[in-house]
DNA sequence: CGATAATAATTTACATAGAAATTATTCATA
DNA sequence: TATGAATAATTTCTATGTAAATTATTATCG
């Protein structure tokens, strides 16, 4: 079979293709250290901005409370955080990092890695221009869905 | 709470971000016809190239067979696709189009739709350009795949 | 002040995804 | 041509995602 299939012009289409072949990546990169991406979001979050609430860690992963708040179960179960009750609010949880998870620290910078990974054949001004171009892209997806919303279609 | 959280310069997590975001905004396009994005798919691939194998459909949605495999059997029970065996291979499985699934083949300029929402804040070249830089990411992503296995890190 | 609305987290139900194992068939080659 | 390797599909297992419902708590406002 010579040639490859009839494939739509589609940019949904080309955004799942290379965000598919990114995170297999990361994946691997992370096997040796029996972290799956999930955890990894989480525990770069704690390392960056200190305790968070569930809310907050679903909000920088971009997701829905329910995925995070199972993540932070198996992570609690895997002694990587540690779980408290916030003071000021007794509906919130605040997630921190366990010991274990602070010395996985060093793992922050795998996401850099990946950068180097992913955009090996693009120049730096390339680089630039692609992450802001993704921003865009998700700014006009979230802009949009927030319209379809009101309008109550 | 004025400011938002620090997060990293991640590649790998801006297309998460905004793939998200568009996967999103499809469903919501594909709701009113009780579609899932992974049906529409499927779809789309049969109204392209017409009957397909497992593993085509598979390789078109750029993922592993289990999972194409599965969708199949919904979109069966759902009267959306038929399944019969290839003549000349009979391990191979060939799927093709229902009545039903032929119907709804005017589905098909749904990703022309979202083109024209995501890409809204791009002029033609930059759309084009994004197209093409998110190939190269793909690629490269790739590429590193495969030679990782073969180094069998 | 007290009733109602809003919020944080979780649970449940369901759809999807990958990896590994299994089965059936075909291919390759000694 | 007979046997071992490769391939197509599926099943099982586990992880993840969303939406809707639930519970507990806090905020709002008449």
Redesign the interface.
Same mark, same amino acid.
């Given at each position: 079979m010579k040639y490859k $299939?009839?494939?739509? $012009?589609? @940019? /949904?289409? =080309?955004? #799942?293709?290379?965000?598919?072949?990114? #995170?297999?990546?990361?994946s691997?990169l992370l096997e040796p250290h029996d972290l799956s991406l999930a955890q990894w979001?989480v525990l770069?979050?704690l390392w =960056?901005?200190g305790e968070?609430s569930v809310k907050?860690l679903a %909000? @920088?992963k /971009?997701?829905a409370p329910p995925a995070t708040s199972r993540i932070v179960d198996r992570m609690l179960s895997g002694g990587l955080v540690e779980r408290s009750q916030n003071r000021h609010d007794r509906r919130a949880v605040t997630v921190g990092l366990s010991q274990k998870g602070e010395d996985l620290r060093h793992l =922050?910078s795998i996401?850099e890695e990946?950068?180097v @990974?992913?955009? %090996?054949?693009?120049s730096p001004e %390339?680089?630039e #221009? +692609? +992450?802001k171009?993704? #921003?865009?892209? %998700? =700014?006009? /997806?979230?802009t949009?869905?927030a319209q379809?919303k009101v309008g109550d279609?």
């Open positions: $299939y009839n494939t739509p $012009y589609s @940019i /949904g289409r =080309q955004l #799942n293709l290379a965000t598919s072949a990114s #995170n297999a990546l990361v691997k979001t770069s979050s =960056q901005n968070l907050s %909000e @920088i /971009g997701n =922050q996401y990946v950068n @990974i992913l955009l %090996e054949p693009l %390339e680089s #221009n +692609f +992450f171009l993704l #921003n865009s892209v %998700e =700014q006009a /997806g979230r949009w869905l379809s279609d």
